[in-house]
């Protein structure tokens, strides 16, 4: 089965602590992305690749980290710089063709909540 | 800037009652308005892409349809399993590379009623 698989699904961080956050895609895609998503706010883009070991800020991109080392994986590491971490992180990769890029698809998500 | 914008935020129909929601958009030269269905707790599910004014596709209940400045998503006869959040999205044409961004709405919350 072809997909994209994030994990875990839920995550529990500390105040002050790193935590990683794993997004694997089985569907040759090129480009991959990383949102943000917070009740009434819409999807928010944090970082993108759209080619291995080279990635983009997106619009809300610090207090973020993310790496390319591989084309089917795009973890992304929340770090104690970012304020406001509670969210659900939504994972997406698509195919390049030609020119352009065609429509994402979407994980399941990680819901991350700071205690 | 790309700019998107839904509306109604949460619209509540009752079983079989027919009616659409709108995404208007602003994109400096669109490449592509894309649809998506989200569950909640779940990441969004790809609908449809919709490429120039004038073309629509279809799928089961659902109908896209595309003007220069907004995008309707018409629902036929809904049923309660129709009742998700409906995101719209734009891609804008790429200037010195190809551009896979997308700009998202809000989001319109459709609750249908058995």
């Known amino acids: 089965d072809g997909g994209i698989t994030q994990s875990p699904k839920y995550l529990f961080r500390k105040e002050g602590q790193n935590v990683t956050l794993s997004c694997e895609q089985n569907?040759?895609?090129?480009?991959m992305y990383w949102y943000r998503q917070d009740p009434g706010q819409g999807l928010r883009l944090i970082y993108y690749?759209?080619?291995?070991?080279?990635?983009q800020k997106g619009d809300i991109a610090e207090g973020y980290s993310v790496s390319r080392e591989k084309k089917e994986s795009f973890p992304l590491t929340v770090t104690s710089a970012q304020k406001n971490p509670t969210a659900f992180y939504l994972c997406?990769?698509?195919?390049?063709?030609?020119?352009?890029?065609?429509?994402?698809?979407f994980g399941p998500g990680t819901r991350l909540t700071v205690l | 800037e790309d700019q998107v914008t839904q509306s109604p935020e949460a619209l509540r129909l009752q079983e079989g009652e027919s009616s659409s929601l709108n995404c208007s958009y602003t994109?400096?030269?669109?490449?592509?308005l894309f649809w998506y269905r989200q569950d909640p707790g779940k990441g969004p599910e790809f609908l449809f892409t919709?490429?120039?004014a004038g073309e629509e596709k279809e799928k089961e209940r659902l109908k896209a349809t595309l003007t220069k400045k907004e995008s309707f998503l018409h629902i036929t006869a809904p049923k309660p399993e129709d009742s998700a959040t409906y995101l719209c999205?734009?891609?804008?044409?790429?200037?010195?590379?190809?551009?896979?961004?997308?700009?998202f709405g809000k989001g319109i919350t459709l609750s249908v009623r058995p």
């Open positions: 569907l040759n895609h090129d480009a």
């Open positions: 919709l490429y120039s």
């Open positions: 997406a990769s698509s195919m390049k063709t030609g020119w352009s890029y065609n429509e994402q698809f």
């Open positions: 994109v400096s030269g669109l490449r592509g």
């Open positions: 690749s759209q080619i291995v070991n080279d990635f």
């Open positions: 999205a734009v891609q804008a044409q790429g200037g010195t590379g190809a551009n896979s961004k997308l700009t």
